[in-house]
């Protein structure tokens, strides 16, 4: 197995706030890593360097063997990186298939035909084919997160991010929010995810990092990482209900 | 009859307007620039259309074939080189610099053409027209106000029916989101700035048609082409049509009224909307 991404001793701050302290990890092509941590630990920062939003102040990031931490993040997208938000970001103005052909367009750099198939593909797989032409503003949460997901799959992405995809959901949406990604990690994307619903991460991850104030506390199999110390003691003493 | 005949010219004239205002409302839809140099890229376009009419010496409406490539390309270096720089959440910067750019380029006329106003002429079309009835139709608006048709619903086509229509509207919907998207959007805001002046390029030449220009001649356009946008509606190019055509009747009737009253009716017709209807007529539904 070769490693898809590596961080190298990434680190940024904005002024004396640290949000990502020396992070280094790699990350194998087709595995599927979950992200915990505090609130402010810095786990979307780590998103935004991964995908080129933010740029850091020293380390670097290699993605597919490749140097890309000058990339901006148009260029780190048509590599293959796609992300979600944790609060949907939709092009409101737009069809629920315009959205998707976006990504396709510009993040696959698709032929129009082949960004058509592509687009009912992902639709289909994340079950919103049936709102193809509703305004992207229209929709529910669920069908919100949905369409996050349906735009980053559709840019044809190795690497999907996924950013608190499951927060705000009710149990059931939940549940079938994990079976997509399930069924999305079967085709051999690989996905780093966020999240503070741990059960729907364990149903997904085979791999835990835990972040606090910008570092990695803890890394390495789920229920291992779950039951360490310093987890026990950084994160869960925090958010006991978690 | 007269009265008839003064509204219908403003029609004609609004068709003009809504041409000067269709580049504006476009970068403003997409990018949220306010183009002060606007009215001054018009007049460049008309000289630049004078140079290539009497250099190559053809007709003013085949010089088209030239100005529109050539402020567009102005238009996507202009954007890439400058004014991307000053592109943030700030509406501010980008607005000053084209003010800047406004005064220079005023200068650079002058110092380039000279403060003598000029005319295209375009021979037999110059004084073509048709007769409806009692009503003569000059054939050169009639033509302009079917290339502002043509030019906005070609606009409207390439927004909902192509790729790069999308990623304008992405772009123009959120910038950032479009940007993990795939779209690099230093490339699309320069390409609506190319496509801006190349709608310029067709405003320009037709000015230049019509009426004599000269370097001091663009801050009123401007102001023409702000007003037809605002009438409207932001971001509506539709809406802007009609804007254009509002402020076109209201100074055809305004001169029929008196001649002085031209521009003043124009005018007060938009600080009138402007007072009842401060989004225009047809704004862009909010989300």
């Not at chain 1, 149903?203 to 835990?210: N, P, Q, S, T």
């Not at chain 2, 004609?12 to 409302?25: E, R, T, V």
């Not at chain 2, 802007?240 to 509002?246: A, E, Q, S």
Request: charged content about 10%; proline content about 4%; glycine content about 10%.
């Amino acid at each position: 197995m070769s490693n898809i991404l590596t961080c190298d001793a990434l680190s940024k701050s904005f002024g004396s706030v640290v949000v990502a302290d020396s992070i280094s990890f790699s990350i194998e092509k087709g595995e599927a890593v979950g992200i915990i941590g505090p609130n402010g630990a810095g786990k979307t920062s780590l998103f935004n360097l991964i995908t080129g939003t933010l740029q850091p102040t020293s380390g670097q990031v290699h993605f597919k063997a490749q140097d890309i931490t000058p990339k901006n993040s148009a260029t780190r997208c048509r590599a293959g990186i796609a992300r979600s938000f944790q609060i949907p970001q939709p092009f409101a103005g737009m069809s629920v298939y315009e959205n998707v052909l976006v990504a396709a367009t510009h993040g696959a750099s698709l032929k129009p035909q082949q960004a058509q198939a592509t687009c009912i593909d992902a639709l289909e797989q994340t079950g919103l084919l049936a709102r193809v032409n509703d305004l992207a503003g229209s929709l529910t949460l669920l069908e919100r997160k949905r369409l996050e997901l349906t735009r980053a799959l559709a840019s044809n992405p190795s690497l999907l991010l996924l950013d608190e995809i499951a927060g705000g959901l009710t149990d059931k949406e939940c549940q079938s929010l994990i079976e997509t990604i399930q069924s999305i990690r079967a085709t051999g994307v690989t996905i780093v995810w966020i999240e503070h619903v741990v059960h729907a991460l364990l149903a997904v991850v085979e791999r835990l990092i835990v972040l606090d104030f910008g570092k990695i506390i803890a890394d390495g199999e789920p229920n291992t990482v779950i039951n360490s110390q310093v987890v026990r003691e950084n994160y869960m003493g925090i958010a006991a209900d978690a | 009859m007269v009265w008839v005949n003064s509204i219908l010219q403003g029609v004609l004239l609004g068709g003009l307007y809504a041409l000067f205002a269709a580049g504006l409302s476009l970068i403003f839809g997409i990018m949220r620039l306010v183009n002060i140099a606007h009215g001054d890229l018009i007049v460049l376009a008309a000289f630049l259309g004078l140079v290539v009419t009497s250099s190559l010496d053809i007709h003013p409406l085949a010089s088209l074939v030239v100005v529109v490539p050539a402020m567009a390309l102005l238009g996507y270096l202009l954007q890439y080189l400058l004014l991307n720089r000053t592109m943030s959440d700030d509406i501010l910067p980008p607005l000053l610099v084209t003010f800047g750019l406004s005064v220079i380029l005023q200068n650079v006329m002058l110092e380039t053409f000279s403060a003598d106003p000029q005319k295209m002429n375009t021979g037999a079309l110059d004084t073509a027209s048709i007769t409806v009835g009692a009503l003569h139709i000059g054939v050169l608006p009639l033509l302009m106000f079917a290339v502002a048709i043509a030019v906005i619903a070609g606009l409207q086509w390439l927004f909902y029916h192509t790729a790069i229509g999308r990623a304008f509207r992405a772009t123009s919907d959120n910038a950032d989101i479009a940007q993990l998207m795939g779209l690099n959007k230093k490339h699309v805001f320069s390409l609506a700035m190319a496509l801006s002046l190349a709608v310029v390029a067709i405003a320009g030449i037709f000015l230049g048609t019509k009426t004599s220009f000269d370097p001091s001649s663009g801050p009123a356009r401007l102001i023409f082409g702000f007003e037809a946008v605002i009438i409207g509606g932001l971001g509506n190019l539709w809406g802007t049509l009609f804007g254009g055509i509002i402020l076109g009747v209201a100074q055809g009737i305004g001169a029929q009224i008196h001649p002085g009253l031209q521009q003043l009716a124009g005018h007060l017709v938009f600080l009138i909307l402007l007072a009842i209807r401060p989004n225009g007529l047809f704004p862009r539904v909010a989300h």
